[in-house]
């Protein structure tokens, strides 16, 4: 079964610009969320979709954050405009619908993100 | 208001030796905690998990120990073995919040096993 995939890897773009990242989750996975983690510290939640609705979008920092789940399949997080305290690395995580909260989540590698 | 915390940035531990990894929490609405594993360029990969009304559940070399009256919980891992170097996270779960698996997680702790 192929994994949780994001992309890109690494994305550096200067303040005022626009980035989208993506995310692929497991294949079934109903439930994708996006976490973030900046400058070594905790990671944290961003939002939760169920298919292609939110279910929780309490961690968005602010309105320059969108996400979308088209379909309920891939999801994409944009970032307009950036600023300089966006950079981190954004983790996208995944896992079947129906499952208790001690089932581990699939995250993918993340996209660290550096605004310059 | 982090809700988790992992007070111990760092541990460095000996090939063979116990790891003893802590995390503290402060949101007693919380019903499910679990701990996650993470390499440099990866994502984090889910280790064990131990639901509030346990106090204990193993896995191999790894076992969680919940204590709910001190809001704290721990991570064993015995033998340690230097592929286990990385950075472990505690994580929270409260089932009866607004987001069923949403996780609260604490700030990491750097493990390394040296040979």
């Known amino acids: 079964e192929a994994g949780v995939t994001q992309f890109p890897s690494h994305s550096v773009i200067e303040k005022g610009q626009t980035v989208t990242l993506r995310c692929d989750p497991i294949s079934g996975h109903d439930n994708l969320y996006w976490y973030r983690r900046v400058m070594g510290k905790e990671i944290k939640f961003l939002l939760h979709f169920v298919k292609e609705s939110k279910q929780d979008e309490s961690g968005m920092p602010n309105n320059r954050f969108l996400a979308e789940r088209t379909g309920g399949t891939y999801s994409t997080l944009k970032v307009q405009p950036a600023e300089l305290e966006d950079s981190g690395v954004y983790f996208c995580a995944s896992t079947p619908l129906g499952r208790g909260p001690d089932y581990g989540y699939t995250f993918g590698s993340g996209t660290r993100l550096t605004v310059v | 208001d982090q809700q988790v915390k992992q007070n111990s940035p760092s541990l460095s531990v000996q090939e063979g030796r116990i790891s003893i990894l802590n995390c503290d929490y402060t949101n007693s609405m919380f019903d499910y905690f679990l701990w996650y594993k993470k390499y440099p360029a990866e994502g984090p990969t889910f280790l064990i998990s131990?639901?509030?009304?346990?106090d204990k559940n193993e896995d191999g070399r790894f076992t969680v120990f919940l204590n709910k009256s001190a809001k704290h919980l721990s991570l064993h891992i015995v033998p340690s073995q230097p592929g286990d170097s990385a950075v472990y996270f505690c994580?929270?779960?409260?089932?009866?919040?607004?987001?069923?698996?949403?996780?609260?997680f604490g700030q990491g702790t750097i493990l390394t096993v040296h040979p």
């Open positions: 994580a929270a779960s409260a089932t009866g919040g607004t987001s069923y698996g949403k996780l609260t």
């Open positions: 131990i639901s509030s009304i346990k």
